[in-house]
């Protein structure tokens, strides 16, 4: 049996991952960083957007950055537009290989050992730790006093570890394809294009753009009908709709919160923990969140020799206290969203068009939409009956 010892293991070099490794090496601790696939790879359905926030409060990496976003432009069922235009850029979007693997190499570069193709299939927890079964060339066992989960929604680990499990999710469906230059990230809504979520064109660099859809239901006829509407349809560049589709992919994404996200000697972190914006379904900056207070909480508890459940669940109380509020929200609007018609998203688009959108603009922040969306829809409410769900906290 090969077997290996460090103080923390964390499992996916995906961003929280890297973050996480890099944070618990520059502490002093002995970090190894396994991730399942050989060579850092895209996401698939992935924008690649994040906030400016992100960038400046945690110092990312801007290599990766392939394009700004200046502003976004929200588009109705009938076409209305709404422009937002921050007087500084929002957010950018970065090629996610390159975003990936600079954060890891941060982490190597603190003094975290990488080990690509090494997939963690199972745990054993016990009084000195924490026992991972691995499949990766040399190694069949990781002892750890400690393991941070990063390994996304389809992490095996969450069960065996008796941390929570995704209870619900829905599907990302894009493709990214050459494309007419953008002045703008476009959003678009309707029951047409992507009932109770939405539809996007992100700019990807010069003549290419991301686009795709979020569904719970029939992913590929709602890419099939976005791909298919003028607005999308006449600034391809290149092959077809059939030739666009047969380059899409998908991926599950988590909705909610997945509690407990911590145990004796284990955190989860980023997706394994549901830290996921549920009104654009985005999770690199969330998980970035839960990296820093996962990596603060658990090296106090390394250096006090306090590592067990109760003192890890600083880390719960630290992460859903900062992100709850959100989360919850955005799965409150979605129950909204899946009983709204065209004409009522119509009737959104024309409060915010009659002076709401300058007080809106006053509120909104790009990874931060819960004051915004409050007062769009209390100012709704007042336009028609029955678009705020019963007893919401919206």
Same mark, same amino acid.
């Given at each position: 049996m090969r077997e290996a010892r460090h103080e923390v293991v964390v499992v996916g070099a995906g961003p929280a991952g890297g973050l996480a490794a890099r944070r618990m090496a520059e502490r002093g601790h002995d970090v190894l960083l396994i991730e399942a696939s050989s060579e850092p790879h895209r996401p698939v359905a992935c924008s690649g957007i994040i906030? #400016?926030?992100? &960038?400046?409060?945690?110092?990312?990496?801007?290599?990766?950055? !392939?394009?700004?976003?200046?502003? *976004?432009?929200? !588009?109705?069922?009938? @076409? *209305?537009? !709404?422009?937002?235009?921050? #007087?500084?850029p929002m957010a950018f979007v970065v090629h996610r290989p390159s975003f990936d693997a600079a954060l890891a190499e941060r982490a190597v570069e603190a003094g975290a050992r990488l080990i690509r193709g090494c997939r963690a299939t199972g745990m054993e927890k016990h009084r000195g730790g924490v026992t991972l079964t691995v499949r990766c060339d040399g190694l069949d066992r990781i002892q750890a006093r400690a393991v941070i989960i990063a390994s996304g929604h389809r992490s095996r680990l969450n069960g065996p570890a008796g941390l929570g499990v995704p209870q619900a999710s829905t599907v990302a469906l894009g493709v990214e394809y050459p494309f007419d230059d953008l002045d703008a990230?476009?959003?678009?809504? @309707?029951?047409?294009?992507?009932?109770?979520? &939405?539809a996007w064109a992100v700019p990807a660099g010069p003549g290419r753009a991301r686009l795709g859809v979020l569904a719970d239901f029939d992913p590929r006829g709602m890419l099939t009908r976005f791909l298919e509407g003028a607005a999308i349809r006449s600034r391809m560049k290149s092959g077809s709709v059939a030739d666009c589709l047969c380059a899409a992919k998908g991926r599950t994404v988590v909705q909610g919160m997945v509690l407990p996200s911590y145990t004796d000697a284990?955190?989860?972190?980023?997706? *394994?923990a549901g830290q996921v914006k549920t009104t654009t379904l985005g999770g690199i900056y969330y998980g970035l969140i839960g990296a820093e207070i996962a990596t603060d909480v658990l090296s106090e508890g390394l250096l006090r020799n306090r590592i067990g459940a109760r003192h890890l669940a600083r880390y719960e109380e630290a992460w859903t206290s900062r992100l709850g509020a959100e989360i919850e929200m955005g799965l409150e609007l979605q129950q909204v969203a899946w009983g709204m018609s065209d004409p009522e998203i119509e009737a959104v688009f024309e409060t915010l068009s009659s002076g709401l959108a300058a007080a809106v603009q006053r509120v909104v922040r790009f990874d931060w939409h819960r004051p915004a969306v409050k007062l769009i829809l209390r100012r709704a409410l007042k336009r028609w009956n029955g678009l705020a769900p019963q007893g919401g906290r919206a």
């Open positions: 906030g #400016r926030e992100a &960038f400046d409060q945690m110092a990312l990496p801007t290599e990766s950055t !392939i394009s700004t976003v200046d502003r *976004a432009r929200f !588009i109705s069922p009938s @076409g *209305a537009r !709404i422009t937002y235009e921050p #007087r500084e990230a476009e959003v678009y809504f @309707g029951t047409g294009v992507a009932p109770g979520f &939405f284990v955190l989860a972190v980023g997706e *394994a």
